[in-house]
């Protein structure tokens, strides 16, 4: 399990790791964009508003929250319906997940001019999933995303994390992840 082995190897070293920390994990020099092709993985196109807000707002230079990301896929399809009895199963929603962390991603490389080795840290990710009245996983619906961090972006990507369940979400998106980063200056 991904998520428990990252565990094992941030947690002794704590989630500020300095340069020595990073050298010692092997995590110097990244690159994390070949990491991602390594990965098999595609970005979809950088998140845009569906509304009136901005897609991501920087609070210093080192600090940046990006808005909600829905589950568009690089075809720029997107999943759609409801987890639970009748509707998305787990491994669906998950799927769903997934695509919101590398929206999130594609949208976070835009901001940053397409250098992700400037994420420093995924501080927090907030995860929304519309769901059926007897769904009660929606924590584990959001290890798609988590997980999709951490392969990417090795200890960078362990984050604090919320996750709750709705009845609905904007244009029928089965799940809504936002994140907040610290970015490692210019």
């Given at each position: 399990n991904l998520s428990t082995s990252m565990r094992a190897l941030v947690r002794p070293v704590g989630l500020a790791l300095g340069p020595i920390h990073r050298t010692l994990l092997g995590l110097a020099s990244v690159h994390t964009?070949?990491?991602?092709?390594?990965?098999?993985?595609?970005?979809?196109?950088?998140?845009?508003?569906?509304?009136?807000?901005?897609?991501?707002?920087?609070?210093?230079?080192?600090?940046?929250?990006?808005?909600?990301?829905?589950?568009?896929?690089?075809?720029?399809?997107?999943v759609t319906g409801v987890v639970g009895t009748g509707g998305l199963s787990l491994t669906s929603a998950q799927e769903a997940a997934k695509w919101c962390g590398l929206g999130l991603l594609a949208t976070i490389q835009d901001q940053l001019g397409g250098d992700l080795d400037r994420v420093e840290q995924v501080v927090k990710l907030f995860g929304i999933v519309a769901s059926k009245n007897d769904f009660k996983e929606q924590h584990l619906v959001m290890n798609g995303c988590s997980d999709v961090m951490m392969q990417v972006l090795g200890a960078r990507g362990y984050h604090a994390r919320s996750a709750i369940g709705t009845n609905t979400l904007p244009l029928d998106s089965p799940v809504e992840v936002e994140a907040i980063i610290t970015v490692k200056p210019k």
């Open positions: 964009e070949a990491r991602i092709k390594e990965l098999g993985l595609t970005l979809p196109a950088p998140g845009t508003p569906k509304a009136n807000y901005t897609i991501a707002c920087w609070e210093s230079p080192t600090r940046l929250y990006v808005s909600g990301h829905l589950p568009i896929k690089p075809d720029g399809s997107m």
